[in-house]
């Protein structure tokens, strides 16, 4: 196969990922930007210490495009607000694998089986972790810190800056992502991939050798889709997109700045065994 040929089938399987997937990316910029201009983090402030603020934080961090590395700030925000870790940890979990631009973009590539079990599987990971670390993990009394909001910009200049951050900012990951997808689809053998995906602890390897991949939220699902079309069942595909985006080792050290060791290293299982348990029930399920 000549280079003119490869680069002709590159050309065309980035047009067609890339029609699938923006048409969703731009209505899930449009309210990804409305959560952050109409929501206030003052809302969560309001619940951060209540019986059941894993559970508003992780819906908080669901409605937030941020990636596994940039929701660290406002991770340590919320917990410095609150008398426990687990806000904090239902945030880091769900804020990295869900958001309206990761639910658009699983719609266009995947469909909404996989979608639906996506967000469902991990909100609730999120919140029962939660609520073992409250268990498990006491934090010791700390001063709260006051969290005062930028003053001066009307809603609708929130929501441009918010649209134009997102759309670069994210929009940038998933271009990039949309780029490795098809050079994946077109330079990868897929009999390579179906003898990978064959293996007995397929979903193990694929959740040790993705968590030192750093992609942004957003990036890992045409990735994720070019595996597909390459003979990873979308369970495999699952353990990938979760173990990929929802952390990675900049993540994990930063972490080490907001948790003791011992609840990073819990955490950092929790990654691990979810993230396979994800893919290994899709498939058995479905």
Request: proline share 6%; aromatic share 18%.
């Amino acid at each position: 196969m000549d280079i003119i040929t490869v680069f002709e089938q590159f050309i065309n399987k980035f047009l067609g990922y890339s029609l699938e997937v923006l048409p969703y990316f731009f209505i899930a910029t449009v309210i990804g930007a409305f959560v952050q201009a109409y929501i206030s983090f003052n809302i969560v402030r309001r619940f951060i210490n209540k019986g059941y603020s894993p559970v508003i934080t992780a819906f908080f961090g669901s409605s937030v495009p941020v990636c596994s590395c940039s929701m660290i700030p406002i991770a340590q925000t919320i917990n410095s607000l609150s008398r426990s870790y687990a806000p904090a940890v239902a945030f880091l979990i769900s804020a990295p694998i869900l958001s309206p631009v990761i639910f658009f973009l699983m719609i266009g590539m995947f469909g909404w089986k996989l979608t639906v079990f996506r967000f469902v599987f991990g909100f609730l990971t999120a919140v029962i972790t939660a609520y073992i670390v409250n268990i498990f993990f006491k934090k010791p009394p700390t001063l709260p810190v006051i969290y005062s909001k930028e003053q001066g910009l009307s809603r609708w200049q929130i929501f441009k800056n918010a649209f134009k951050e997102i759309f670069i900012g994210t929009g940038k990951y998933v271009l990039i992502g949309l780029l490795i997808a098809s050079a994946v689809a077109v330079l990868v053998p897929p009999s390579l991939v179906s003898r990978f995906s064959e293996f007995s602890f397929s979903y193990i390897l694929i959740a040790i050798f993705s968590i030192p991949i750093y992609v942004c939220s957003g990036e890992e699902i045409p990735i994720a889709k070019s595996f597909v079309d390459l003979g990873f069942s979308q369970g495999q595909a699952l353990t990938f997109m979760f173990a990929s985006a929802g952390i990675c080792i900049p993540t994990i050290l930063a972490t080490f700045k907001i948790f003791p060791k011992k609840l990073v290293v819990f955490y950092v299982l929790i990654w691990f065994f979810g993230s396979t348990a994800s893919g290994l029930l899709f498939d058995l399920i479905f």
